[in-house]
């Protein structure tokens, strides 16, 4: 639409204006309706934008169509082989000359720490608690498929050339095992343009600021055209309104959909991840460690078999190692093969060392553990220790 210039009886221009224009009385200011709303296109594309794809059926836009399981295997799956046989491992137990050095490592770290303990605590005992972990690593890929657009600027639209591939026979790069990523793609044969469903292929939109009509109020004299009494309105010139800043008085902007290109290319984009799921079983061990501090240090690896699909652990000499191997292999194999394509999987066991040093200090008896191959300390009843207040 557009606006024409108002001119009343005294030849004074109120400036570009709607329909619903009111002429004010006599020497009065000149009044205008409220703009309309401007009108507001489809937040989300219309089911009928997109064309029905072989084998993408169940694809919409904006939530993905789901993850598709993996189709059955054209050639025979590898059976897992039990793993290598298990090693003799002997960890000696650490020394007090260690111990003590850890601890006096740990006491210095903290602010509020008298190193008196550390430094002059007799070690009266020192227990060994080593304990296991197991971990199971299985890395998936998952494929998931969804409609997008973008604005049309001459890419290839290839649609209906042929039929497009399936979703798990498009190629992708090659992952890196045990490490997670993520390619998103077009699927070949799948590009078409579309008009514009936000602007209805015009290229522009309303401005939201002025709803259409290029001018708003003005906000110095709310509109009236005046100021104290009959003071024209200097920043309006007596209009009323003023031009919009935000479309510079077009009443419309450009479509942030399309760019201003009035069409779409809409296409299926893939989704490829590669994730690495991973669970811990740690064996428990009577020491008084809590057990996650264990999975903030390193052991020593005993163990490791990396497959296509690993075979439940067997001979190992700790039955609750077995039985938790047993438990992981069977839900990781059954969970993640119904969603994703299992590409590898790999179980360790490690060796933890866990020392637990009593000691004497001042008369009293007191405790401390050292453990993995960090000699990370924990010293919970630390027994000098001051209040420290930053200023």
């Known amino acids: 639409m557009e606006y024409q210039p108002i001119v009343d009886e005294g030849n004074r221009t109120y400036g570009m204006t709607n329909p619903g224009y009111m002429p004010a009385a006599e020497g009065g200011p000149a009044l205008f309706a ?234 299926i984009n893939l989704t490829v991840k590669w994730n690495n799921n991973s669970e811990n079983y740690v064996v428990e061990q009577s020491s008084g460690l809590q057990a996650e501090n264990l999975s903030k240090v390193s052991g020593k690896e005993l163990f490791r078999d990396t497959q296509y699909l690993v075979y439940p652990l067997v001979g190992f000499p700790d039955p609750t190692v077995v039985n938790a191997a047993q438990r992981l292999v069977h839900d990781h194999q059954g969970k993640y093969s119904r969603t994703s394509r299992i590409l590898q999987q790999c179980q360790t066991i490690e060796l933890i060392p866990v020392t637990k040093v009593t000691y004497s200090w001042k008369g009293k008896s007191h405790i401390y553990f050292v453990y993995g191959n960090e000699f990370t300390v924990n010293a919970d009843d630390y027994p000098a220790t001051c209040c420290c207040t930053v200023m």
């Open 34 to 267: 409220p703009p309309a709303t401007a009108p507001q296109g489809p937040s989300a594309p219309p089911a009928s934008m997109f064309d029905s794809m072989p084998g993408y059926e169940g694809t919409v836009a904006g939530g993905g169509g789901g993850f598709l399981p993996p189709p059955m295997p054209t050639f025979p799956v590898p059976q897992p082989e039990p793993g290598p046989a298990q090693p003799s491992w002997n960890i000696p137990s650490i020394s007090e000359d260690t111990a003590r050095a850890a601890f006096v490592l740990f006491a210095s770290s903290k602010c509020c720490y008298n190193s008196g303990p550390a430094k002059d605590g007799v070690i009266t005992r020192m227990d060994a608690f080593n304990t296991y972990r197991y971990r199971l690593e299985t890395f998936t890929e998952s494929r998931s498929t969804e409609w997008s657009h973008e604005p049309y600027r001459g890419q290839p639209v290839d649609a209906f050339a042929q039929p497009p591939p399936g979703p798990w026979d498009v190629p992708a790069k090659a992952p890196t095992f045990f490490v997670d990523d993520q390619q998103i793609m077009k699927v070949p044969y799948t590009s078409s343009t579309k008009p514009c469903h936000v602007c209805v292929g015009m290229g522009r939109r309303p401005c939201k600021d002025c709803a259409g009509a290029g001018n708003k109020v003005c906000w110095v004299c709310n509109g009236s055209g005046f100021r104290h009494g009959d003071d024209r309105c200097q920043h309006c010139s007596g209009r009323g309104r003023e031009n919009c800043n935000r479309c510079q008085g077009k009443g419309s902007m450009q479509c942030e959909t399309c760019h201003g290109q009035q069409q779409l290319l809409v296409y």
